[in-house]
């Protein structure tokens, strides 16, 4: 497959929409929930980005096409640790959350990209994976540094 299906990008990139909203409702003094949902919701899409790989390494296979031993406990390994990092994200303070989880994206887009020249991944999933990692670190970057020199609007 070298290109995804139409919903399935549709739907990755529907899936910044709460990333927009709550990273600019988190710039708002009167929105206190905005943050922690911004932060609950990146913790969340880390563990759907390592349920890819755990999916990956679960399909079955034509005996022919199987991976090693390495790479299947590889694929286990980071369809597991996204989720750890999301559940770290949540449980320090909310700077330090944020980034948290920007360690977390770009280390698994690494680790994807790693993948893909390995022939790992499906190939039209990587193009989509680096338009969505970037605008998310991009979001989480900007709210932090903003939330860090104390901007706010007024809504």
């Known amino acids: 497959m070298t290109r995804l ?12 929409l ?8 988190s710039l708002a003094q009167a ?17 759907f ?7 990956l390494a679960l399909a079955p296979q034509a005996p022919a096409a199987a991976a090693p031993p390495e790479v299947e406990r ?7 640790v996204p989720a750890l ?11 330090a959350g944020l980034l948290v989880l920007i360690a977390g994206f ?7 990209a790693a993948g893909h020249r390995r022939l790992l991944v499906p190939p039209g999933y990587m ?4 338009i969505l990692s970037v605008a998310v670190v991009a979001i989480l970057t900007t709210v932090l540094v903003l939330r860090l020199i104390g901007a706010s609007i007024l809504l």
């Open 85 to 95: 990092i999301g559940w770290a994200a949540l449980l320090v303070p909310r700077w």
């Open 18 to 25: 709460p990333f927009l909203f709550c990273g600019f409702a």
């Open 5 to 16: 299906p139409l919903l399935a990008t549709l739907l990755g990139l529907a899936g910044l």
């Open 31 to 47: 929105a206190t929930w905005a943050l922690p949902a911004l932060i609950g919701y990146g913790a969340v899409v880390l563990a």
């Open 49 to 55: 980005l390592g349920a890819v790989h755990w999916g």
């Open 127 to 130: 193009w989509l994976r680096w």
């Open 106 to 112: 770009v280390g698994v887009l690494v680790m994807e």
């Open 74 to 80: 590889a694929r286990l390994l980071l369809g597991v």
